[in-house]
């Protein structure tokens, strides 16, 4: 056989099994948003999450790969299964979005934007990170490095969330009287379940974007960024635990599970970079961002249910510095640059694209269908509907 | 080392690598059916599925596997992982006949039908379809084409719920003075997961029926197999979703992801031989055949509190018909004759084993138990004793 | 391409392969626990699960994996897979011990005893059983066959939760007045849920410990590994379910699949030198050893809300000595001095460092936390908090 064959063998194989741990993650999502959302708007979570999953993959398959990449081909390993792994990963971006503005918002404009986001937004990102590079040669150009999308995923769905909070709004009775009212997850075991099975799709998403595993180098290359990244997951569950003590003598596990969250979103970006050490740091301080960053879009009265913003952008965004600050050949002002540059494109064109199609398909619920919540005005099915509520 | 060794060493790794996914559909199943019943049925409804899994796995390395395929041995790659991967098929044949029958069958004689389904009824099938082939030579010989299941699988599964359900009959209180009566799921995150649990298991189940991934050309057509077999899906769930809107203005989750079901049912006969365009036809038809076929099985009293018949005796059917539609050299008249055969086969001799059994044991629990709940007069478990009941 | 470096690439993507389901695991356990507790204590179960995988895979990475193999390297696969593999390993062990002594415990001193066992206790169990091997050429020397650890994890867990629950106690109220309190489990789909992802992850246990797929012999001797090791399961919940059956005329879904894990904790020992049958018997005792030990603990007041020490303690032993009896050349002394020794060290060193930071963080709850439940008092965070509670 072969070497160039065995390793197109071996190589489709393991982005098939790459992508499939990251298409865990759609129930992932689900789960931990249908856990931290109150009962009355479960199916409308849920039903979004699902929606987001089949439209922007097609949306994906049929223009966006073209707008990233330019076209279907690939000698080094099947190219079916390299659009499978590219196309499992344009969900978790519009998801960001969605899990920030739950409780609140319809369906029908959010499927509009999840269509122009899968099918341009997302893919133009792609296209200058990762992809055919239209910036190329220009003063644009873009030598960020960012393996897995610590910027292209995950501080990408966060400016757009941004941006979707500015044109949403809060949801109804949480900001009143200079106040926070607290809104309490209401299934905790999902919140959990759904964790994990973003930890474990995450192995996917990282140990994959290194591209291959077929040399012995690659094959190591690949399995330390497996490690690399659980590291800091753990590290950043760690550190959430251990500051939630020290304050209150308590262990809220939404917070320890988005500490591990914002630590795998940091090191994301260069997993395969690093030492087994520096995903420590890394993760602690990804973690600790959470919780510090909570509270404070509360304070700007950025109303985010699933802490996406801590999460995502956050440490979207300390990931791709980091990068700059923790290996010595990676500049840290092209990491800056990069950031910057695909913030200010994501923000903007994001605003300007929920702001025209907020003004033909509202994306807030009014009140009232606020406080009966979004299931029965949007999907007309209630997610427990044999409980009796105690709230 | 010896190209053949290579390949044997690959394909079993890789059939392992599908085997798991396919497991991953026993408690996809379970948690779809478990969310789709009413609280009172659920702990029998989550017995009942590791019941089929117990003893239909068993049944098959005991006896179906020799049924269908004659003898343990292979050359290409381990025979243990080729049994391993036939035996994940067998309990999912007898789930769609179990989760039709839900929220009234007893599971004593169910157990009883799953040894024989398990040892002798879907081994028969499958030795015509793609083993021993018993009628080889014969005028009944089959030349239908069935990558991985539509008809082997799942509308085999559908016409013996079928004969099932004329065994059984409706719920108590399900059909009253000419109306039908709504009995709403009662865990829509479960139904989401198990959904999605089944939609990752069909990578493998699909991926897996290939066969082989150990050159480039089998490479590529495992990648597009799985492809195919998403994209069939997210069209299922997209067009389920957008005639529910243009229904009734609401997102009807359960129908959603039905429709989704019924898009990899149908694509799941012919998965490698699609181009990447016809999946989008394939499962949108599937989709929408779903949304039509559950009200159509109400009229006819067939009462299916998980949409079983439309998902996968429907598309079942549709999915093997529409490779001779779609596919130049697959005669469509041979898939009919396949898709009528097998019908008639499973439905005449489930009809006759069930009928036999319910001699001896009854299936339909009496009023006053279903009543009560199944979980009472079976499992002895509530599934939620804390939570109090609304309804 | 060098058939050295063919093996590393194919054993590096294997090891991932099995580490991935394994941590599925963590989920698992995090499923089953919660399912298995009163509604009041389940994020508290669930945080702790989430603890011990942070804290338990930080320490073995930083400490335990040089405890127990001397160094970080290797030339057959890449050293980072195998740290990976090993370090899913740990917490498992672990989780043994949180669940039997869940619904009184507290996070603080369990964190503690977390470290230690993670950094010292379980990395010296592996150091004399698949490590280093510090006992070499002593009379203590183990010669013991344990494959994946129906010693090294199971029985070892075992002891350590028989060491703790004579230091924690039983729960309030739980033997009052010479009776046992029946406690039902709150939540069956989680438990179901649960148990099959730890199912899953015992492919990559087991599968895994063989060390390599990338031979002819390997492949199919991983193949048969977790044919029989799922064989095992499969009759493991068949036996419970019949003696559950024969007695009350109930099939109790919580007995069942704790027969189930049983039997697949037995035949964890040796699961590959099985022939396809022997698992059958292995299981089956092994599920009927579970439905008798279960009131037996109870009789002796060891109040176990999950039936860990059934489960992982007496099928571990019984799982070890099975190999002495049914393979030819392992003898029945040697498994027994391996389990005696294994059993006498993890007991005595579990029961002085749990006596020692029982002294400054006291493990058990008072009554009244315990009356008001685990999650208010430790958590801070209900687990269902719109549900309102019907006991």
């Known amino acids: 056989?072969?070497?160039?064959?065995?390793?197109?063998i071996i190589?489709?194989?393991?982005?098939?099994?790459?992508?499939?741990?990251?298409?865990?993650?759609?129930?992932?999502?689900?789960?931990?948003?249908?856990?931290?959302?109150?009962?009355?708007n479960v199916s409308a979570v849920l039903t979004t999450n699902v929606m987001i999953y089949a439209v922007a993959s097609l949306a994906f398959l049929l223009f966006g790969y073209k707008v990233a990449f330019g076209s279907f081909d690939?000698?080094?390993?099947?190219?079916?299964?390299?659009?499978?792994?590219?196309?499992?990963?344009?969900?978790?971006?519009?998801?960001?979005?969605?899990?920030?503005?739950?409780?609140?918002?319809?369906?029908?404009?959010?499927?509009?934007?999840?269509?122009?986001?899968?099918?341009v937004i997302y893919p133009m990102?792609?296209?200058?990170?990762?992809?055919a590079d239209m910036l190329r040669d220009t003063f644009l150009d873009l030598s960020m490095y960012d393996l897995a999308g610590?910027?292209?995923?995950?501080?990408?769905?966060?400016?757009?969330?941004?941006?979707?909070?500015?044109?949403?709004?809060?949801?109804?009775?949480?900001?009143?009287?200079?106040?926070v009212k607290v809104i309490p997850a209401s299934n905790i075991p999902?919140?959990?379940?759904?964790?994990?099975l973003l930890w474990i799709g995450w192995f996917g998403f990282n140990g994959g974007s290194v591209g291959s595993i077929s040399s012995v180098e690659s094959a190591n290359l690949v399995a330390k960024t497996i490690m690399n990244t659980n590291t800091a997951g753990l590290c950043g569950a760690i550190i959430a635990g251990v500051i939630m003590y020290i304050r209150y003598k308590l262990f809220d596990i939404t917070m320890i599970l988005n500490g591990a969250l914002g630590g795998l979103v940091a090191v994301t970006a260069a997993a395969d970079l690093y030492d087994m050490y520096t995903p420590i740091l890394i993760g602690l301080i990804g973690g600790a961002l959470v919780v510090f960053a909570v509270p404070l879009f509360d304070k700007l009265k950025l109303d985010d249910p699933v802490g996406a913003l801590s999460v995502h952008l956050i440490n979207g965004i300390w990931g791709t510095l980091a990068v700059g600050i923790f290996i010595q050949n990676i500049s840290f002002m092209a990491q800056l640059k990069g950031v910057f540059l695909i913030g200010m494109f994501v923000f903007s064109i994001s605003y300007t694209v929920l702001f025209i199609i907020n003004k033909f398909f509202k994306f807030r619920a009014d009140n009232e269908a606020q406080l009966m919540g979004m299931d029965i005005n949007e999907c007309g099915v209630e997610a427990y509907p044999e409980f009796r509520r105690a709230i």
Chains 1, 2, 3 share one sequence.
């Open 150 to 179: 610590s910027t292209v995923i995950h501080s990408t769905g966060g400016w757009a969330l941004l941006a979707a909070l500015f044109i949403v709004g809060s949801r109804r009775g949480r900001y009143q009287e200079g106040r």
């Open 11 to 40: 190589d489709t194989f393991f982005t098939l099994f790459a992508m499939t741990l990251i298409i865990f993650m759609v129930p992932g999502f689900a789960m931990l948003e249908a856990g931290l959302v109150r009962t009355k």
């Open 190 to 196: 999902l919140v959990v379940l759904g964790a994990f």
């Open 1 to 8: 056989m072969l070497e160039t064959d065995f390793k197109y």
């Open 125 to 131: 990102v792609v296209n200058i990170s990762w992809g």
């Open 74 to 119: 690939s000698s080094t390993s099947s190219i079916w299964a390299i659009v499978m792994f590219q196309m499992a990963f344009v969900g978790k971006s519009i998801n960001i979005v969605s899990g920030g503005v739950s409780e609140r918002v319809r369906i029908i404009p959010l499927a509009i934007f999840t269509i122009i986001m899968g099918s």
